[in-house]
């Protein structure tokens, strides 16, 4: 069965660091792997995407990824935390579409920028 | 502007009493799915259709339904709501393999 796991509930960045949100996913086959973001009182928005091609996918608000296979990782990443980056992070996997389709999430991230 | 919309947006109801969540995309997605989100638990799919006439049960389908009988419209229905129906929703709309688009939300509380 597919899962998404996030380790920490919580990550807490000063503004200008590296910001690093750890996911890790089990699947059967090729994974289908996003990030969202949610806002408070917002809806999930759709950060980036890895279906296939390079390791490194970039996505919007200069957040990027990497794709691990080895260590079934798919970890969101930015250079330079804003504040404005203060948000709840989810990591998903698409169960094929022959098993419905569905987004598996994990638990989700809060991400705390401090100025 | 591509966008699912979903109304209403909040709704306060007493337990037992009939409620429909509508939910209308305009990407001409034929998968569309209702999610939960439930704090600790991340969002859990309740129902989807993979298209017109066709749906089925997610992870979490106790207490609800769907329709989906144009393309654009995939309601949620609360035939008899209770407490623990209490929750945020999440309408969503995607084609095959590609990110889902999701909606604004609605904050459901059952008294």
């Known amino acids: 069965a597919q899962s998404v796991a996030q380790p920490e509930d919580q990550v807490n960045v000063a503004e200008g660091n590296p910001l690093t949100v750890k996911c890790t996913y089990s699947?059967?086959?090729?994974?289908?792997l996003f990030w969202y973001v949610q806002y408070p009182n917002r809806g999930l928005q759709f950060l980036l995407k890895?279906?296939?091609?390079?390791?490194l996918v970039k996505g919007s608000y200069g957040f990027e990824a990497e794709f691990n296979k080895s260590q079934t990782s798919f970890h969101l990443k930015k250079p330079s935390a804003l504040v404005s980056d203060s948000a709840l992070y989810f990591c998903a996997v698409r169960a094929p579409y022959n098993q419905g389709g569905k987004l598996i999430f994990g638990q989700g991230t809060e991400l705390s920028v401090k100025p | 502007e591509a966008q699912v919309t979903q109304n209403p947006r909040y709704l306060i109801t007493v337990t037992g009493k009939k409620l429909t969540v509508t939910c209308s995309q305009n990407?001409?997605?034929?998968?569309m799915s209702w999610y939960r989100q439930d704090p600790g638990l991340g969002l859990r799919q309740i129902y989807y259709?993979?298209?017109?006439?066709?749906?089925d049960k997610g992870d979490v389908p106790e207490g609800y339904k769907v329709s989906r009988k144009e393309k654009r419209n995939f309601p949620l229905i609360l035939e008899s709501p209770s407490p623990n129906q209490t929750s945020l929703y999440f309408c969503?709309?995607?084609?095959?393999?590609?990110?889902?688009?999701f909606g604004q939300g609605t904050r459901l509380t059952v008294v």
């Open positions: 699947v059967s086959g090729n994974p289908y």
């Open positions: 890895y279906i296939t091609g390079d390791n």
């Open positions: 990407m001409n997605h034929e998968y």
């Open positions: 969503a709309s995607s084609t095959q393999g590609y990110e889902a688009f």
């Open positions: 259709s993979m298209n017109v006439e066709v749906t």
